[in-house]
């Protein structure tokens, strides 16, 4: 017989089974946790953070609407604007202008608007015009930046808070439990995930907006730029 066969035969059966129960306690230990009892867990740092994800993602959607807006462009605006204006028909290219809902189009029309002035006028009203139109597609977007900071840095406020409610709870405790110490340690590590989670998301947010509206810009300087070359043509 050999000795594996011997050390078989050597097992207790009432230790087979605490070992099986105590894999199905760990099985029950390592279960989903609800989301909300993970927030309860987090302490009062969750309250912020949860008011700063809720408005990150509200001042997403808006922007992200209202920039996705003066994105859209009706095809050949700027050629139609040059052809009416060659052909002298002033009011019907501010028309097209009022038309297309758009920061380009508004600035064309403040140019148009200034025909028959002196150059550096009509730059000057489209350069006042598109610093507006900037403002407003730029309007929330540092939210999104403060809150991508702000964010991890309470989280690890939390955090900190936690681990001193852990030592606090170990200073009074001759011997020390698991039970007396995980109330803190689950509060820190809640706090410093959700910190990063709500941090990150803004940082993406705001830098995809960022680009967006950087994208809007060039439109901008393109159609205003175009419309001056029309404007210093010679004969015109």
Known sequence: ???????????????????????DGVSDLTRDI??????????????????????????????????????????????KVKEYLIDGKIDTARDLCRQTNNPAARMVEKGISRIGRPMRDIVSSIENVGKLEIYELEKRLSFLATAAGVAPMIGFLGTTLGMVKTFHAMKFEATI???????????????????????????MAYNYLVAKVDKVIHTMEGASIEFLDLLNEPGK
């Open 34 to 79: 609800p989301i909300w009892e993970l927030v309860v867990d987090g302490g009062w740092a969750m309250i912020p953070l949860a008011i700063i994800s809720i408005m990150t993602i509200y001042i997403f959607v808006e922007r992200f609407l209202s920039i996705n807006k003066s994105l859209k462009d009706e095809k050949g605006f700027i050629d």
């Open 177 to 203: 439990e698991i039970q007396t110490i995980s109330g803190g340690i689950m509060e820190a590590m809640v706090t410093t995930i959700a910190g990063l989670v709500v941090g990150i998301i803004a940082y």
């Open 1 to 23: 017989m050999s000795v594996f066969t011997l050390l078989l035969q050597d097992i207790n059966p009432a230790t087979s089974a605490d070992a099986t129960n105590a894999v």
